[in-house]
């Protein structure tokens, strides 16, 4: 008889190498500046750092903070031209993460 795979536990499904590096992501993004980060990121699809510092009204210093730690837990990428660094989400398919999160707290 066949084990439900919805009631496999999730480091069976999809290893326990995927379960860290998923983990690292979350704990990344676990943070509102962080967080309102990447959904600004995912809204524009791709922001400098100055666009970044307007919008979330958060001091440079920080925000480069929070840019770098993103990007090296490989949530963001970076691309500079001439003086300007412009940040993208390197896996879009991570804002589905935003999207459910937002729906989950609706019904909190």
């Not at 943070?31 to 750092?49: S, T, Y």
């Not at 398919?93 to 459910?100: G, N, P, R």
Request: glycine letters at 4%.
């Amino acid at each position: 008889m066949e084990q439900d795979p919805s009631k496999t536990l999730l480091s069976a499904r999809i290893g326990a190498e995927k379960l860290h590096r998923a983990s690292e992501l979350l704990r990344a993004v676990a943070h509102p500046q962080r967080l309102a980060i990447v959904d600004a990121l995912g809204i524009e699809g791709r922001m400098c750092n100055a666009e970044l510092q307007s919008l979330l009204e958060i001091e440079q210093a920080l925000l480069s903070q929070h840019l770098n730690l993103l990007r090296d837990k490989g949530l963001l990428a970076c691309a500079k031209e001439g003086k300007y660094s412009y940040w993208t989400i390197k896996h879009p398919e991570f804002m589905k993460v935003i999207s459910d999160l937002e729906n989950c707290c609706d019904n909190l």
